[in-house]
């Protein structure tokens, strides 16, 4: 890792951390909450264990309803209808601003996940198991159109009549014809994926377990697998964009954001290391996450300054005498194969650096000829965390990022 980074990164931190501007908003509980959805600048709900609340002050006051039950999930499709997914296959919509709610019904019973609506006729559901419903009557009926799986699911997005869902062991299926017939795609992760964005050209982006993070620039037909970790092995749970301008947030408070449609990225100071789970944004500047023990948090300046992550741009052209890949497996435990290929000879050196930059070990030393070459490195005795292998040679060098969790 370059140590100009780091010291670029010392210098950066207290000026960042002293002007981020997420401040707390008083939410009135201690429940864990799941989802929060606004309608404009002053109208919004957040939905969590045993509660639903609602502000329309922009949330300077939370009006606070007991609700039984765990709400996972909650969305409008205008102002005064929304629907709210929940455990034991629940749903509830309110036609009336959320004044009063009444149950639909699902037909199952599994853990309900996530909603999306197109319309105010079409939406689809996502839950545990096989669970994926739709509906064209409001809710009124529901179909289960995907068929067996044992995955998790944990969200969908709809682009026309483009479909994704994703879900838990790096589950992906897309569908082009509405939900009709899925096809099932490998981003190169096997951990749960929990969020995307897709944008009309394809461009496509997904956020998952510790923190990974996948591009892709025809629909998902083919992805960029040399994974980039945006937080240092915290899982990034949802995510948020307005037009180029998008935000991630997870564990341990992290709040991620590009400005660039995700060819760079910076991390955010959220005064808090409390899990986010959700995240909206009704301009650029004006947005709010919540999470577990009911923390609701809000800007007013997109988030403050930022931190920039040093990560290499995914479509970085590869040196040409050389190919640094990918290590398999990652994330790993306690061992990992780190492949490379030289179209020419050359003096070839391995090594793997912590997060902080320094050397933890050097793997290989010496003259190589042209070939295919692959390199075991065991961290038995190495704690979790982002490892970085680089490699040197006569006319360059390559680093890729490997995450070790124990």
């Not at 064209?136 to 869902?165: C, K, P």
């Not at 944004?281 to 923390?295: K, P, Y």
């Not at 990992?336 to 050097?362: D, P, Q, R, Y």
């Not at 000829?369 to 360059?396: H, L």
Request: glycine share 12%; net charge neutral.
């Amino acid at each position: 890792m370059n140590k100009k980074f780091y010291a670029l990164l010392l210098i950066l931190l207290p000026f960042s951390y002293s002007y981020s501007q997420w401040f707390q908003q008083q939410s009135g509980t201690v429940n864990n909450l799941s989802c929060a959805a606004f309608v404009n600048a002053n109208t919004g709900y957040v939905c969590g264990d045993d509660v639903l609340l609602k502000t329309t002050n922009a949330g300077s006051s939370w009006n606070k309803t007991a609700f039984p039950g765990v709400w996972n999930f909650i969305c409008f499709v205008n102002s005064s209808t929304g629907y709210l997914c929940g455990n034991a296959g629940k749903i509830l919509k309110t036609t009336n601003e959320g004044n009063n709610w009444f149950q639909l019904n699902t037909g199952v019973t599994s853990n309900l996940t996530s909603l999306k609506f197109i319309n105010e006729n079409t939406g689809y559901v996502t839950g545990w198991g096989k669970t994926f419903l739709k509906t064209t009557d409001g809710g009124t009926t529901f179909s289960n159109t995907f068929g067996s799986a044992y995955y998790m699911w944990r969200q969908t997005f709809v682009l026309e009549n483009y479909m994704f869902i994703l879900g838990t062991d790096g589950a992906l299926f897309k569908s082009t014809d509405y939900g009709t017939s899925w096809d099932s795609i490998y981003a190169g992760m096997p951990n749960s994926l929990s969020s995307a964005h897709f944008y009309s050209s394809g461009y496509g982006l997904i956020f998952g377990c510790c923190g990974s993070f996948f591009r892709t620039h025809d629909f998902g037909n083919h992805w960029n697998h040399d994974t980039v970790y945006l937080t240092q092995g915290w899982a990034l749970d949802d995510c948020f964009f307005l037009g180029n301008t998008g935000w991630s947030v997870g564990e341990q408070g992290n709040i991620v954001r590009t400005t660039d449609a995700g060819n760079s990225w910076e991390s955010l100071n959220s005064s808090t290391t409390t899990a986010l789970k959700s995240v909206k944004f009704v301009n650029n500047l004006t947005g709010w996450a919540v999470g577990r023990e009911g923390i609701i948090i809000k800007t007013t300046n997109g988030g403050g300054l930022g931190v920039p992550i040093g990560i290499e741009n995914n479509t970085a052209v590869i040196p040409g005498d050389f190919i640094l890949h990918q290590n398999f497996p990652n994330p790993f435990n306690p061992s990992t194969n780190i492949k490379f290929s030289l179209n020419k000879s050359s003096s070839v050196k391995i090594s793997v650096f912590g997060a902080a930059g320094k050397l933890n070990a050097v793997l290989s030393d010496g003259f190589y000829r042209q070939g295919d070459y692959s390199i075991e490195w065991r961290a038995d005795e190495k704690p979790s965390g982002i490892y970085f292998c680089k490699i040197e040679t006569e006319t360059g060098s390559q680093t890729i990022k490997m995450l070790l969790i124990k």
